[in-house]
């Protein structure tokens, strides 16, 4: 199985730029309508133009761009230095939602938001 996660943005050349600098790697495809990031092997982030999901979706749909800026999805990544890529996130343009923490689900997570408003959580699983 492959996963694709596709995050609708207002503007894929700058949330491209963003997440280059937050995951640390270059996009393995990078065309109009589409940018495209290997996270680990069968996974891939995404991002489409907010207008061209609008059109791929059909007008029965809300327009995507109604959403923007309010939380509409989470992408938790566990690393192996969460708080090294929380400040590097912060100092990419994310806006800091909870700083590292431990959480009620044992892991420690640092979480932020995007420029579109998607959230970003950073984690990393703390032995019992």
Known sequence: MKVNVILYVKDQRASARFYSEVLGKRPRLDVPGMTEFALVD???LGLMPQAGARRLLGATTPDPSEGSGIPRA?????VGDPAARHLNALRAGAKELSPLTRRDWGDEAAYSMDPDGHVLAFARAVPG
Request: contains cysteine; charged residues 10%; glycine residues 12%.
């Open 42 to 44: 069968g996974c891939v």
């Open 74 to 78: 989470e992408i938790y990544l566990t």
